[in-house]
Every structure is written in C-alpha cells, then in structure tokens.
C-alpha cells in the first residue's frame, strides 16, 4: 500500500468495490489451493486468493442434481481467506454464466475465467486455453458474464496457444473492452506450459494495452522475482503459485528454507490439522502430502525419514513425526 496525498494508505488495485491492500496474490492452483492453503496464505501475507481451477458443469449440473459433494465442499469459504476470487472453467458460455450466478451469492470478491490452463483435460475440452483461438467468442462471454452478475469479473489467460497464434493483446483487448475488472497473464503459451521462459515483456505490452488492473504471473520463483517482475512490467500486482507451496513464507518475503525448521514445524503441524478438518483424516492426510513433500525438501530432515512421514497414513504418529523430526 501507498499513502495518498493526505496520509491515507491507499489500495495496491481495486477489484471492484474491494480494496486490495497488497502486490502479491495466490495463483489459482487446481489440486492445490483449497480451503485450508488460501486461509495460511492469507495469514502470511497474500493479499488476494484464488481457489484452484472449478468446473462450471460440474456445479450447474450438481445443483440441478440436488448437489454435487466434491464441487459443494470446494465452494466452502471461510472469513479469514477473503477477499477471495473463485475461477471457473467451461467451453459452454451458457453454463459458465448458470455458475458463474450460483457462485456470485456465496460472498466471493469476484469470478475469475480461465483462459489459460493448457493440460489436455481442460483444455481438450474446449475450456482453458483453447478460448483462446476464437477472440469473439471471448468478448461475448464476458460481455455475458457483466451483463447479468453482480461481482466483478476477470480473466486469467496465457500468451496465446503457441508462437504462431500470440494473439495475447486481441484477447485481453476484449475482455476488458467487455466490463472486465482485471486481468491477470500468464507470460507463456499453452504449449510452452511451464517449460521455458515466461515473457515479461508481452505481459508489460498488456498492462500499457488496457485501463483496468493486470496481475504478472510466470517465473516468481523466490522474492527476489516480485520487484524484478513488477519493474518490468509495470503491473498492479504478482501472481505467486508454485514458489508458495511448501512455502507460505514467500508472501512475507523469505525464501525456501530461510525460516528455522523449528518455527516452520509448527506452520506445517497446523497447516496438516486444517486438512484434517476440512477434509477428514483419511483425505486430509492424502491431501496434505503434495504439501508436505515441498515442506521438508529444506528442512534438513534426513532424506530416509523424509520417505518416512510421506509414506505415514496415521495423523497421530504424522503429528509426533513432523514434530520430532522424523517417524521412528
């Protein structure tokens, strides 16, 4: 935040009517960003979370269904994670906008579309990325999407499907030009998906193209990255994904393996009770090892006890184990 010309501190951007107080913002992360890691990321720092990647289908024909379990406990939010924005993903506009209004009542910030994810299950369906080939079709879902919801509405989009088709100014042109309130890029193409360099530069040609606020995403590896990518590009604020994982500590500056095992054990002990309740002991355990697996790889913990606390089924004897260093 910045203070104003009379003393007030002033919003890093606005999404909508809501104030967002600082640069750095969880990614939308699919298998990862659940309820219990947007609320520790919060704590530590994030300004601003997105849940991992929702199917549209998955909750219009739940409701209709009389519920859907898995799509209903991920569209569980608790006060301490928000502001929070929830992305959907769809190839239908139709039922993107059915979801897209069942969600807007469950009090999140705003409704983010995916344009970006390129994995062959989203994307082979016709969602994610592959929105990106048809620019019309883009501009007349968000135009959709503002008409009737009453929460802001962004986008996340990668650089194109590959070099040929970087068509990354044309689509965010039309989002924003259809009533969007940010937009957040992704500095590859779907083909590259995590491989190779993001561009900076082209995420820079899409902040200076549009008037709403652009969020930086691509190559934030430790905290170092955060200034280096803003000066580059000039945008509003930085996506971190990957870097936060075993690694909460990020958003206030540190990177993996500055802070004491010692102090880490306690985050990562109460990051796995969290699991445990919002998922039951048996998912919260499986759920929790993706997380776990980043904790320790800089804990110091030896490599064989490490096999250990991945490989343990039982909360309790995790518990001892990740407080004594390992299991016995």
């Given at each position: 935040m ?7 501190v ?9 104030e967002?107080g600082g640069?750095?913002?969880l ?5 990862y960003?659940d ?10 720092g994030?300004s ?8 549209s ?9 009389l519920?859907?379990?898995r ?21 239908v506009d139709s ?19 995916n ?9 082979g ?8 080939r ?12 503002t ?12 650089l ?5 088709s ?10 924003a ?12 193409t ?9 561009d ?6 899409v ?6 606020p ?15 990518i ?6 509003d ?5 990957r ?12 990177g ?24 039951g ?21 030896p ?15 995790l518990?001892?184990?990740l ?5 016995p």
């Amino acid at each position: 935040m910045s203070a104003d010309s009379g003393g007030n501190v002033a919003p890093a951007f606005r999404l909508g009517d809501t104030e967002v107080g600082g640069r750095l913002v969880l990614a939308p992360m699919s298998g990862y960003n659940d309820q219990p890691f947007r609320r520790l990321c919060r704590r530590f720092g994030a300004s601003l979370v997105y849940t991992g990647l929702i199917s549209s289908n998955a909750i219009v024909y739940g409701r209709r269904a009389l519920g859907n379990a898995r799509t209903e406990h991920m569209l569980q939010f608790h006060s301490e994670e928000r502001p929070v924005v929830c992305q959907l993903f769809g190839s239908v506009d139709s039922m993107i906008i059915e979801a897209a209004q069942l969600v807007e009542g469950l009090g999140v910030a705003a409704i983010d579309i995916n344009l970006g994810c390129p994995t062959p299950k989203v994307a082979g369906s016709g969602a994610g990325a592959s929105m990106l080939r048809d620019v019309g079709s883009v501009a007349r879902l968000f135009a959709g999407l503002t008409r009737v919801l009453s929460v802001p509405v962004s986008g996340k989009i990668r650089l194109g499907l590959d070099d040929d088709s970087r068509n990354y100014l044309e689509v965010a042109r039309a989002i924003a030009d259809n009533g969007a309130a940010l937009i957040a890029v992704h500095g590859r193409t779907a083909v590259q998906a995590y491989r190779g360099s993001a561009d900076w530069q082209a995420i820079a040609e899409v902040r200076q193209a549009v008037g709403i606020p652009v969020l930086a995403s691509g190559d934030v590896k430790e905290p170092g990255d955060v200034e280096r990518i803003l000066s580059a590009t000039g945008c509003d604020g930085v996506m971190i994904g990957r870097a936060a994982i075993g690694n909460p500590w990020i958003f206030q500056g540190f990177g993996r393996g500055e802070v004491p095992w010692a102090e880490r054990a306690l985050v990562v002990q109460e990051h796995l009770e969290m699991m445990l309740a919002f998922h039951g002991a048996h998912q919260g355990v499986r759920r929790f090892r993706k997380h776990l697996r980043e904790y320790l790889a800089s804990s110091g913990i030896p490599r064989r006890e490490r096999a250990r606390l991945l490989a343990c089924d039982d909360p309790e004897q995790l518990r001892e184990g990740l407080l004594g260093g390992g299991i016995p």
